[in-house]
């Protein structure tokens, strides 16, 4: 069967599976058309491959984790004046209506999330964007997530695969806006605490689905002019 196409658009600055070209008649070649060919998972029709891609790699909430380090004091500052700390990025993924913000959900977390473009080449093909339109994300500070793009940690095409992305500050529209500048997606949604004020661990239980303007900028619409929709989540 044909394969998928979900990939992301090669680029010369950073190497990929699909910048590396083989001969048609070499035994990378012949691995790709055997795997297609022979493999009961890829002889499934398109259609049911996407139904099982989507449910093994989509339905969580990747939350983003910057773990600053506090030995080293020696800050780097950005353009607006904000400093940055040195330190690392991680990631816990948390069933989908399980709120990432509140201590009592750790528990329910794994570390990571599954990959299959690593498997093979059809699969590159058709899973690399796909954790990151099917799944939500989540940072536990925005400007963190903002500082994750601008390192270009993910390529145009994986932010634009996102579809959705938690937040319980509204204040931080500006880091947001320039972390997917530019970036046109028509159905982006951002999910956020409308109980401002309150501690994150409160004001998470209850979370609205906000519609962005399908705009070159991501700019999040008015939501005493929009009708609100509640997401139920799981209370434990």
Not at 57 to 68: E, S
Not at 104 to 122: D, E, H, I, P, Y
Not at 142 to 147: A, G, I, N, Q, S
Not at 167 to 183: D, G
């Amino acid at each position: 069967m044909p394969p998928i196409r979900t990939e992301p658009k090669a680029k010369r600055s950073r190497g990929t599976i699909l910048t590396k070209k083989i001969a048609n008649r070499s035994e990378q070649a012949k691995i790709y058309a055997r795997n297609a060919a022979e493999s009961p998972l890829l002889r499934l029709p398109a259609e049911i491959r996407l139904m099982i891609w989507k449910y093994a790699l989509g339905g969580n909430t990747i939350m983003m984790n910057f773990t600053a380090r506090h030995h080293n004091l020696s800050f780097s500052a950005d353009e607006e004046g904000g400093f940055f700390p040195p330190g690392r990025f991680s990631c816990l993924t948390f069933p989908d209506r399980i709120s990432p913000f509140l201590k009592s959900s750790v528990g329910k977390a794994s570390k990571g999330f599954t990959l299959l473009n690593n498997v093979c080449r059809q699969l590159y093909k058709e899973t690399a964007l796909l954790p990151y339109e099917l799944n939500s994300w989540a940072c536990n500070d925005d400007k963190f997530f903002l500082r994750y793009v601008r390192e270009k940690r993910l390529l145009p095409d994986q932010r634009r695969a996102i579809k959705r992305y938690h937040t319980t500050r509204e204040c931080y529209r500006s880091f947001l806006n320039e972390a997917f500048l530019r970036l046109k997606t028509k159905d982006r949604k951002i999910v956020y605490s409308y109980s401002w004020g309150l501690t994150a661990e409160r004001s998470s239980m209850e979370l609205y689905t906000v519609q962005c303007r399908p705009t070159p900028i991501w700019t999040l619409t008015d939501t005493r002019h929009l009708k609100r929709e509640r997401i139920q989540y799981y209370r434990h």
